[in-house]
Each structure stands twice: as structure tokens, then as C-alpha cells.
């Protein structure tokens, strides 16, 4: 499969990931002034660590499928974003396997801060050259190797995931 199918495939799921993201948080919202709207922070409480599971370690592959089989090379902030996201998938994976949800508040403390660095990784990229420091020596934190819509980058996949991880914790801390 060619690299610009994945990556507009990769661009339609982080737009599903955003609307998903942006529905939950209305749900978290207004589940008390809508009680129709229980039934599916219900569903998220208790299938939560699944769905996330599955995220995190669909969106770590995707990072070491681009960086190790299509050779592009991760910048300085690129890899501070995963540093915050791979060991979610371990996280995760050892909370279904023992059927436990004390990590919820690591992932997340991992999210808020892989946030912080994927939302100054965007603004990096998407303002003039030179507005803001990167800290690059190497690969460039402000080169866009991949723009799908006008604003997905890889760094925006990031934001969209760890927004959508963090609120999915927020049901399932309620559990």
C-alpha cells in the first residue's frame, strides 16, 4: 500500500477520532440534563479501556510503520509525543489483563502533557517560519511531511488522540 493511502486513510480517522472526541464530550456534558444520553457514557465507562487500548496501540503502530518501514524520521517533538503515548499502550493492556482502572489518572497526566507537546508541535508548524523556537538540530519540527484537509498533520493525529484518550478516561474514571 502506498504512503498517501495510509496517510489519507489515517486523515478520514482522525476526522472520525475529532467528531468522537467532540460527541463524548458533549455526552459527558449533558448526560444530566439529556438522560438519554446515559446509555452511552455507560457503554464508554465500561468498554473504555478497551477503546482505548485499541487506539493507543493503533496509533503507536502507525508511528513506527511511518518511521521504521517508510523511513520518515521522527523529529525532537515527534518523539516527545511518543514518549507520552507508547507506554499508554502498556498501561492499557495491563489494565485489561487484570481488570483494574487505577491507571486511569497516569494516562491521564501521559495525555494532558503529549497534548501540550503535539498542540506547540501544530502552531510550529502551521505559523510563518520563525514565530516560534524549535528545538530541532536534525529533522525540522516545523517541516509539514504530510497536510491532508488543510490542518491534519501528523502532530494534529496526535492532539485528536490524546484529547479523545483523555475525555475516554473521564467516563471511565467514573466506573
Known sequence: M?????????ALGTLGLQIAAA???AV???RR????LEDIAAFVRTRGLW??????????AMTLIHSQIFGLPPCPLC???????????????????R????????SIVFSVIGLGFALYHHALQMLPAGSLPCPAEGVSCSQILFLEFGYITYPMMSVSLFAFLIITMLFVREK
Open 2 to 10: 502506498q504512503l498517501e493511502t495510509i496517510n489519507y486513510t489515517l
Open 23 to 25: 460527541a463524548l464530550l
Open 28 to 30: 459527558y456534558f449533558l
Open 33 to 36: 440534563v439529556f438522560p438519554d
Open 51 to 60: 477503546v482505548a487500548l485499541a487506539a493507543s496501540l493503533g496509533a503507536s
Open 79 to 97: 518523539w516527545w509525543q511518543r514518549i507520552f503515548l507508547y507506554p499508554q499502550t502498556i498501561l492499557f493492556a495491563g489494565a485489561m489483563f
Open 99 to 106: 481488570k483494574e482502572t487505577s491507571i486511569i489518572d497516569y
